[in-house]
Each structure stands twice: as C-alpha cells, then as structure tokens.
C-alpha cells in the first residue's frame, strides 16, 4: 500500500478517531502507527485477535484506567547511576498493578477456549514480582513513601512527630502566658524555610525576643519564630536531613528492583499498551456498529450494508450500501449522476480494505467478505499542480505509470473519473485499455466514470459488473443505492438547474444535445425510475420478511408457553387421581378410567393444540415420517397393521406400536424403505400394547433400591396411560428377578407379568401388563 493511497482514501482520519478512544498517551501514540498487514496471514490473524478481544471485553466488563507513560522512565534508567523520584516510581507501581488486574481478567475464562489468542498474548507477559512487592510495600495508594518502608525512617518520622507535638504545646502556652492570641493571625503553627513559626500581625514586631523569616504579600502578616524554637527547629532540620537520606537509600533499593526485573516492566507496560488500543477499537466498533471482516480469497468481495466509516461516525444517518461482485467477475464501474454516491463507494471500499488489512472493524452486515489483498491503490480527485505544471489529466497517467510494475495479482486498483481532462473519446478508449490490462493481472478494479463507451463497456464486457447510483424520480435527489446490472445517465442538466443556472442556457444546451443525437437522458432516466422501483419492492419484500418471522417467533413462543401449561394441568390432575386412589378415596376401576380420560384429553388437547389431524391408515406406509401426538416428536413408520388400525414407528431408535389416531402425516412421506420384520411368538391370549411400552433397567442395583425404582417406573406408566412396562433386571443368579416378581405381585395395578421372548431379552426381561 502506497503512503498515498493511504491519504487519499483517508485513512489516518480513522486512526485519528481510534486515538481519541484510548484511556493513555502511549496507546493514542501507538493508534497513530497502525498499518495494514503486510501479508494475509498477519490480516486475517489481527481480525481474529479483535473478534476474541471484542468478546472478552463483553463478557468480563474490563475497562482500562488512564495510566502513564514510561517510555521516558526507561530511557532515563538506561544511565547506571540515575535513581528514581517518587512520582516515577508512583508512575511504575500504577502501570503494574493495572497489568496484573488485566491479566486476572484475561485468565478469568477458559482462555484456551474462548480468547487463545489473548492467552497467548498473555504469555509473552512475565510479572515482575520482586519489583511490585516492593512498591506496593514501600509506597501507599497517596503516592506518597510509607513509614513502614524501613526501620530506620519510621524512627525518623516517629521523632518529626514528636517535634511538631512539642512545639504546638510551647506555642500554646506562649500565647495563655502572654495573651498573644488576639496577635495571631492563624491558630495554629506554620512552616517557612521548613522551619516551625508563628503567623503574627505586623504590629506585634519588637514584643517578643525571636526572628521574623518574612511577610506575608500584603505586608499585613509576619512569619515569627520565637527564641526557644530555634534549637527546636535545628534539631527538626537534622531529622529531615537524615530522613531525606532515608527516602534517597529507599528509592535506590527500589530502582535497583526495577532494574533487575526491567524486560518484566517493559512486558506490563507493553500488555497495557496493546490492551488499550484493544479496546479502543471495540469501542471504534461500538461507535458505527462495525465487526470483524472475513478474508475469503475464492469469491469477489461483498461488502453488505457497508457504510464509509468517516461518514458513519458523523452522522448516524449514514445510508448503508451493498457494495459487491458475482462469482467470475473482478471489475466494478459505477456511473450515474454527480453528487449521487460515486466516489463515496469507491472511497469506501478502499477504506474498508484498509482497515479489515489493519484488524480495525468497520461498519458492514455480517456475512461480508473481502479478498485479501495484498495492496490498494487508489486514483481519486483532481491532482493537477500548478508548481510541477502537472494537468489533472497529466497527474492521472503519471501516478498510474509510477505503480504499473507494481500492480500484480491480489491488488486493488480504484480509479475515479480516470480519462477527464482530455478529448473525451480518448479518455474514454485509454480508461478501457487500462481496465482490460488490470483484468489480465487478475487485478480487482473498482471504477467511477461519466463516459458513454466505458458505460456500454461496462454492459457488454466479461468479467466487468455495471451499477448505477439511483436518483428519486420525482425530486432528482440522490438516494444513495446502487442499482447493479445498468448504467446510469449523468444529469449534468439537472444538476446545473439544481445550482442556480438560468433555465436559457439549460435550454440551449438541451437543443445541443438534440442536435449532436446524443439525447439518451429519457432513456436512462426510464431505467432508473425501474430501478428505484425494483428496490423499493425488495426493501418491503425484505421488511414483510421480518415482519412475518417476528409474528412466527411470537406465536411459536405463545404455542410452547401453552403447550406447557396444559401439560401441568393434565398431569396435576393425573396426580390428584393417582392420589385419591392410594388414599382409598377411589376403586381401584374408578382411577383406572379417570386416568384414561385425563390421558385422552391430553392427546386431543395437543393434537388440536399442534393443529395436527390424525392420517388415515390407508395413507400410510413404511417409510414414511410423521408426528407422533402425544410426544410432539417426529417418527419415521416401520410397520402398518391396517387390521387393528396401528402402527409399529421408529422414535430416535425406540420402536412402539402405536395406535393410528395418535400420529399426523404432518412430513410428506418419504420414497418407500425395506424394513426388516421380526418374527414374534406371541400367545393367543396375550394382548398387544396399546400404548408406547416403558422400561425400567435395574442391573446392577441393590434389591431395595431396584424395587423403589421399578415402583417409581409403574406409576409414571399409569400417570402416561402405558398398558406395558419392560423390567430389565439381567440374569446373573436370578435374585434380582425373584424381588422383582414378588414385588409384582403385590402391586395392585400389575395385571400380569411374564419373561420376554427369547428376541427381547428371554429371562433377562420381564414384560408387565397394566390394569
């Protein structure tokens, strides 16, 4: 990319914008120096670390605070002797405290899973553990040295103290014993050439023996220091000497520290660095609503709802755009009225390149992609120079010829009026030869032109993809679209009346126009008013969509919150019987036939809840998919017993017999499947279940607890209507099953019981009928 290019299209304007979101001086800075990506792995790398980062951000709630810069703290260590102050070290100890909160909230997930590639930053970070002890240690949340940071200045500060107790009591029996209070100017004792002293009114001078330091500004206000402070005072300046001393022995200790830990303090301070322009592109993104673009170099780019981001930061009602190409084709030219979007599109797709290349976001729809191309070169706006005597049309072909040899597969060329300023059938044949060249590089080339030959080009070229900028039909205002497949009429007319051009020399030159019979202003404007109506049919088309999935979504939730209100009511009532029966309060028949008929409301309350009919048996057949009723579950037939009017289905590898009525052909049946059909001995006597059969697998449990479960399974079977019950229990030695068979027995609604087939589980099974 072309440092020109990269002012043309303006994208230091967005760098400028990312800047103003960072909380430091160094992450604003270090904004300012974003490039793109020199290669494609390192773009699409940089995407991806923004789309994790944007997710952290927005799962943890982490914000950075401002914090300071070290860049001049590192270059003054680099001197052996040089010692630190205490707002540099203040400075030092507020950068690593703020990088261990943030690599808390880096590891607070599951990195590996959710944010590697922030894990992975984070392993580059190496906390400097002695040099952080010792400042949280040696200095407070104020900024300023503790007592504590070592023996010898808490003694120190212990005595100053001590002092400043000892005069404040002298002072005020001074002015008990002498009456001095009517003197004083303030209450209390103040420091001048840190020594203490008495705030006196001037007119006290000459009434005690002691020695004025100075006057106040107003000369109203004497700075007096009595005689028996003086020694006082000298003893408090040798205590400031030794602990000036002190604070001086500390604070090399501690550049010492940092020295030892110095590429640990770089690291934090670099972490921080990154995080924050981290950040401050999630809140660029926050700002226009942007995301991180796919690189996709198999298709064209397609850029959907795209707004220019300068635009989108300026004004939120910013008209997104599509900005796209088909499969085949590497060539965009957008033509139309002035002042219509032209050069606005061609701007944006240039920027937006830039910025996917640089891992900014920008303001598209999901599902946009971009090739990723490997340089962007762009040709836009009048760069004539009267100093170089250079022509617009001269500063066009020279720019253009200074990165011919460098334009290759994987570039974008954007050329903006390419071909003005010269005998237009000229401008128009070269701009022609340009693009046809750049397509032989397999060169993507994004175009804006005036020029009837390049607009027929455009129709009639391979490869090449023809749009229009729309105007309203009725006003001449631009809508800021584009319509593909057509070209537009420039409306240089139009747009003359529309400044101020008096409407004889619009005449005039509407009867040039007619004479040279280049008049295809009608023509054209009669494309775009189909046009405009062609997008205005998609957008309500797109609006009725919506529309109509909202109404979907909403009854969707309405049928499944009714759904389950009318499950708990059945099976609240299904309860109520099954407890009056086991309190006696009704027979043993009574219950049986309640529970039948809570059971058949249930099927045909859900049946007319899910608006399902129940097929008939003559439509259907094995293979063919259908909703079981009573579940709401899909099933696929395996067998039909037209005679007895049920059917043997599949429910996710469960195989019931099911009646006719429970199930609706609500799927379109499926092409016929070979279904293999399994021999089994049944008993005259033994009656075929007539619902879906549950089973309770007790292997392996203690006899008690097999009994508790299968007691369990029983009366969730009679809550359901459930006619058979498969008890597994296994064959082992036979105990399980001889509990199993003596608590049947006992069980009241236990009809009868048996061993199962040899082809269901032979005496590893007992099937049990249910009253």
């Known amino acids: 990319m072309q440092s020109r290019s990269a002012h043309v299209l303006e994208f230091d304007k967005v760098l400028r914008h990312l800047a103003g979101y960072a909380v430091s001086e160094a992450g604003a800075q270090a904004c300012l120096l974003l490039a793109p990506a020199a290669d494609c792995d390192s773009a699409r790398m940089r995407c991806a670390f923004f789309r994790q980062g944007q997710l952290w951000a927005e799962r943890t709630g982490f914000s950075l605070a401002p914090f300071p810069d070290l860049s001049g703290v590192f270059r003054f260590l680099e001197s052996p002797a040089a010692v630190l102050d205490i707002d540099a070290l203040w400075a030092v100890r507020q950068v690593l405290a703020q990088s261990r909160e943030l690599a808390v909230a880096i590891g607070s997930g599951n990195t590996a899973e959710n944010w590697p590639l922030l894990a992975q930053m984070l392993e580059r970070y190496r906390m400097p553990e002695k040099a952080l002890s010792g400042l949280m240690r040696c200095l407070g949340e104020d900024g300023l040295l503790r007592d504590e940071s070592s023996p010898e200045l808490l003694l120190v500060r212990e005595e100053i103290r001590r002092i400043h107790r000892l005069c404040t009591r002298k002072v005020k029996e001074l002015a008990n014993t002498y009456n001095l209070s009517h003197y004083m100017q303030d209450e209390f004792l103040t420091l001048s050439s840190d020594r203490y002293v008495l705030p006196l009114k001037a007119n006290f001078k000459g009434r005690l023996q002691g020695i004025i330091h100075e006057y106040s500004q107003t000369g109203e206000t004497c700075y007096f220091e009595p005689m028996f402070l003086v020694e006082i005072n000298n003893d408090l300046q040798n205590l400031k000497r030794q602990e000036r001393a002190e604070e001086r022995k500390i604070f090399e200790y501690l550049t010492g520290l940092l020295r030892a830990e110095m590429e640990g303090v770089n690291a934090c301070w670099n972490l921080l660095v990154e995080a924050d322009v981290l950040l401050a592109r999630c809140a660029l993104a926050g700002a226009f609503g942007g995301i991180a673009i796919d690189f996709d170099d198999t298709r064209p780019f397609s850029l959907r709802g795209v707004k220019h981001p300068l635009l989108a930061l300026s004004s939120a009602d910013t008209h997104p755009v599509d900005l796209e190409l088909l499969e085949g084709q590497n060539c965009l030219i957008i033509s139309g009225g002035n002042a219509g979007g032209k050069t606005v599109s061609l701007k944006t797709i240039g920027l937006v390149a830039l910025m996917a290349a640089a891992g900014l976001p920008v303001p598209a729809a999901e599902g946009s992609t971009l090739p990723c191309w490997r340089a962007v070169h762009a040709f836009i706006g009048d760069e004539q120079s009267l100093e170089g005597n250079v022509s617009t049309f001269t500063a066009q072909i020279r720019n253009l010829s200074d990165i011919w040899q460098e334009v290759g597969s994987g570039s974008l060329v954007i050329l903006d009026e390419f071909g003005a300023g010269t005998d237009p059938a000229q401008g128009a044949a070269l701009a022609q030869a340009v693009v046809d060249e750049l397509m032989e590089k397999n060169v993507t080339v994004c175009v804006a032109t005036h020029f009837p030959a390049l607009k027929a080009y455009a129709l ?226 033994v009656q075929e279940p007539a619902g879906p059969p549950m089973r309770a697998d007790l292997r392996g449990m203690r006899a008690d607890v097999a009994v508790a479960e299968l007691a369990a399974v029983l009366d969730n079977a009679l809550l359901a209507g459930t006619r058979e019950v498969e008890v597994v229990h296994g064959r082992g030695t036979g105990a399980l099953r001889k509990e199993v068979h003596a608590f049947l027995r006992s069980f009241a609604a236990v009809d009868a019981f048996r061993l199962a087939p040899e082809g269901r589980g032979g005496d590893g099974m007992t099937i049990v009928e249910l009253k």
Not at 504 to 512: E, I, S, T
Not at 524 to 545: C, G, P, T
Not at 619 to 626: D, E, H, I, N, Y
Not at 676 to 683: C, F, G, P, Y
């Open 460 to 685: 009639s070229r391979e490869g090449v993809r023809a749009a229009s900028v729309l105007f309203d039909p009725g006003t001449k205002r631009p809508l800021y679209r584009l319509a593909y497949d057509q070209v537009g009429a420039s409306q240089a007319l139009d747009v003359a009346r529309e400044h101020g051009m008096p409407d004889a020399v619009l005449r005039r030159a509407h009867n040039y126009l007619l004479l040279d019979g280049e008049d295809s202003a009608a023509l054209i404007e009669r494309l775009n008013a189909l046009a405009v109506s062609r997008e205005q049919e998609l957008d309500d088309l797109e609006r009725e969509k919506l529309r109509l999935k909202s109404k979907r979504d909403k009854l969707e939730a309405r049928f499944e919150k009714e759904r389950l209100r009318l499950f708990e009511s059945v099976q609240a009532q299904a309860q109520d019987v099954l407890r009056d029966w086991k309190q006696g309060k009704r027979s043993h028949k009574q219950a049986l036939k309640d529970l039948a008929a809570v059971r058949q409301r249930l099927v045909s309350e859900q049946a007319a809840a899910q608006q399902g009919q129940a097929a008939p048996v003559e439509a259907l057949c094995a293979g063919m998919t259908v909703r079981y009723i009573p579940w709401g579950k899909k099933a696929v037939i395996e067998e039909v017993d037209a005679r007895k009017e049920r059917l043997k289905v599949d429910l996710n590898g469960v195989s019931l017999w099911v009646s006719c009525k429970d199930v609706a052909a609500s799927v379109p049946p499926a092409a016929p499947k070979t279904v293999r059909r399994e021999s089994v001995v049944a008993e005259d006597n």
